[in-house]
């Protein structure tokens, strides 16, 4: 992690997009080796004043015994790296290689990141903004290539679609060990229960009581009634 972003370089990083964890910035300025990227920057609870890192171990003990024969990640000792290495070493095998961007860890200065913070404010979405800030005290983020533009050729097209693949839990387990006030995981997966608790805290503008298959389903009924009746 060579490189160090300061106050200075925060003019030339946007707000793209963020998640529960992360906030994603997009690099606007010159620099050719920063040219298509984006970068991933830690988030914490609003009012939470220790950073991910120093607040907590970053892997729980039953985490160590079960990542145990990948010593670089057991080991870790910043996040950016372990996902890099979990991308790289765990991803990568099971997907290939080519199809998987561990990204880069670098520096960010706190200066970098209060800029940051100031100047996508507005641009945030009111009930991200409430609930999560950006972790001033983290050190460093992760330097990623933006792969909802193409890197070469020309795209024809006005729109850009890019899928974000994540692993939720849509299965029922049926594990002998679940007591019986907690029976509802038997017949309702977690997926539902999460979304449904996010309605209720104002996380999620709407309650459609789907699973992941019936969200799949859905979505592509809605890509192919998009592709035949767009202008």
């Known amino acids: 992690m060579a490189m160090t972003l300061t106050s200075e370089d925060a003019k030339d990083w946007s707000y793209k997009g963020e998640g529960g964890a992360n906030i ?3 690099y606007c300025g010159s620099t050719p080796f920063l040219v298509g990227k984006v970068l991933r920057v830690h ?3 609003r009012g939470q004043t220790q950073s ?3 607040s907590k171990r970053l892997f729980s003990l039953s985490e160590q015994l079960i990542w145990g024969d990948i010593p670089q990640l057991s080991e870790s000792t910043s996040k950016e790296t ?3 290495i979990y991308a790289v070493q765990v991803m990568g095998p099971l997907l290939d290689s080519k ?3 561990g990204g880069v860890p670098i520096f960010v200065t706190r200066e970098f990141l209060e800029s940051v913070e100031k100047s996508i404010h507005t641009q945030r979405p009111h009930w991200r ?3 999560t800030e950006v972790d ?3 050190h460093s983020a992760l330097l990623m290539s933006d792969h909802s533009v193409f890197s070469n050729g020309s795209l024809k097209d006005d729109v850009c679609i890019a899928v974000e693949i994540k692993p939720k839990c849509g299965f029922l387990p049926s594990s002998k060990f679940i007591a019986k006030q907690n029976a509802v995981k038997k017949f309702v997966t977690r997926f539902r229960m999460h ?3 996010k309605f209720h805290l104002g996380e999620a503008l709407l309650n459609f009581n789907l699973g992941r298959l019936e969200w799949f389903i859905w979505t592509v009924w809605l890509f192919q009634a998009w592709d035949l009746y767009r202008p």
Request: glycine letters at 0%.
């Open 82 to 84: 372990a996902e890099k």
């Open 24 to 26: 994603v910035l997009s």
């Open 195 to 197: 979304q449904l608790l």
């Open 129 to 131: 903004l409430h609930t």
């Open 136 to 138: 001033l005290l983290s």
């Open 52 to 54: 991910y890192i120093e």
């Open 99 to 101: 199809l998987i961007d």
């Open 43 to 45: 988030k914490v609870s």
